[in-house]
């Protein structure tokens, strides 16, 4: 048997942001500022609300357990994550605690977590990665409204990601017919929308790749990116160069469209400072990326994949 999750209910294209309704008395949870908030709240045209805006980026349960405390008695309606993943991390984990249902806005796009049973929080200092169907949004809202003024370099970090996400979710042996399908569609909308400029298509490619690549995995190319990211390289840009070379590993069928796109967007070679059999014995204790991998992976594969990498020899 296979079993898909997805939100209740996806509100997306043009103006769902304005055109879906809010339930009065909501608390809407972000780490913006009032001035972006303000306009991102007029823009939804909600009039009864709260308003959390103190959420700490890289949030902790800390943050979670605040948002409980302050708002629990105030019986809100509905929990509205608004924001990139820290706001809607805390929705996720806080909504079920309060035993409340919960609205998922992403205003940045890429790693879609608006779709996921995925939640990111820090215990104890330390991130720890949950997965758990109770962070499941009861609705998702995905709007390429929030791209205006977004920076190239990040909307292209970010169109990396879910690129990634789609083509390592696909060949997961965690997948099943319908995820595949939906890393299918995701990749091809997301190639077309990159070789054809048009970003304003990347939220919904974006929003297939979640829905895909979180009911199974992704694979060889996260599991290598991780010792850049430690190294300060965005997520995004460290796929770039690792979802490339693992794909080449795999003989994936995306390999060749990967590569096309990260020539079209731009992206260089990347340098790993750590000593290259160290960072390789690193990536090898990431079971959960390395096990669904289609081909199984060993210690001097990923050497050999580090230095292409490093060598550029993608
Ligand atoms: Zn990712």
Redesign the pocket.
């Known amino acids: 048997m296979n079993t898909v999750r997805i939100p209740k209910v996806i509100n997306f294209g043009e103006d769902a942001l304005g055109n879906t309704t809010y339930p009065d008395n909501a608390l809407i949870v972000t780490t913006a500022p009032p001035p972006l908030s303000d306009k991102w709240i007029k823009k939804m045209g909600i009039k009864d609300y709260m308003l959390f805006d103190k959420v700490t980026p890289e949030p902790s349960i800390n943050d979670v357990n605040q948002v409980i405390s302050e708002y629990k008695d105030k019986n809100p309606s509905v929990l509205i994550g608004l924001g990139g993943g820290s706001s809607m991390d805390v929705v996720k984990y806080a909504a079920p605690e309060m035993k409340k249902s919960k609205i998922l806005i992403p205003t940045t796009f ?2 879609g977590a608006e779709m996921t049973t995925y939640c990111v929080l820090k215990f104890d200092g330390k991130k720890k990665l949950l997965r758990e169907d109770r962070f499941l949004a009861d609705m998702a809202v995905v709007d390429s409204y929030f791209m205006d003024g977004t920076p190239k370099q990040i909307v292209n970090n970010s169109v990396c ?1 879910a690129l ?2 789609a083509s390592e979710g696909h060949d997961s042996k965690l997948g099943n017919e319908l995820t595949r399908m939906f890393c299918k569609e995701a990749f091809d909308r997301l190639y077309d929308a990159i070789m054809n400029d048009r970003p304003q298509d990347y939220p919904y490619g974006s929003m297939l790749s979640g829905i895909g690549f979180g009911n199974c995995s ?1 694979t060889l190319g ?1 599991a290598l ?1 991780y010792v850049f990211s430690n190294e300060g390289v965005p ?2 840009y460290s ?1 770039s160069s690792c979802t490339t070379i693992a794909h080449k590993f795999n003989n994936s069928p995306f390999y060749e469209r990967f590569k096309e796109c990260m020539e079209k967007l731009g992206f260089e070679r990347m340098d790993l400072k750590a000593d290259v059999a160290e960072a390789a014995a690193v990536v090898m204790t990431d079971k959960g990326h390395l096990d669904p991998n289609p081909k199984p992976v060993t210690e001097q594969d990923v050497i050999q994949c580090l230095n292409d990498i490093k060598a550029y020899n993608l």
Do not use: E, M
Request: charged share 10%; net charge negative.
């Open positions: 890429g790693t990601d990634a996400q992704t996260h990116s997520h995004g796929l």
